[in-house]
């Protein structure tokens, strides 16, 4: 599976920047998508995950975003996206989006955010 990413840019403190995924298959077999980040010199860590796709999706959230992001599939456009609120600096980053079939992982080329203080 192919991952385009789009969406990051440079935002202040406090503002919001929506995040899409797009794969090259449906995500109609797809069993799993999902956000990860990596910060300058930290390991790349998992953000929120929408697992069982193809029957509208569960999703689940790293602790550290406490309700300020929102990951979602639109079928219809067959795009994952990440809403993210109240976005803080230490939220700067380069995001990854996955995808998982069956066992098989596969990843975008990542998006930069940058939040400023």
Known sequence: VTLVESGGG?????????????PSESV??????????QAPGKQ?????RMTSVPTGGSP???DFIQGRFIISID???NTLHL???SLKPEDTAVYYCYAKVLSRMSWGQ???VTVSS
Do not use: D
């Open 10 to 22: 440079l935002v202040q403190a406090g503002e919001s920047l929506k995040l899409s995924c797009i």
């Open 28 to 37: 109609f077999f797809i069993n799993e998508m999902g956000w990860y980040r």
């Open 44 to 48: 790349r860590e998992e953000v929120a």
């Open 60 to 62: 689940s959230y790293a």
């Open 75 to 77: 079928a219809a456009k």
């Open 83 to 85: 809403q993210m609120n």
């Open 110 to 112: 990542g998006t930069q």
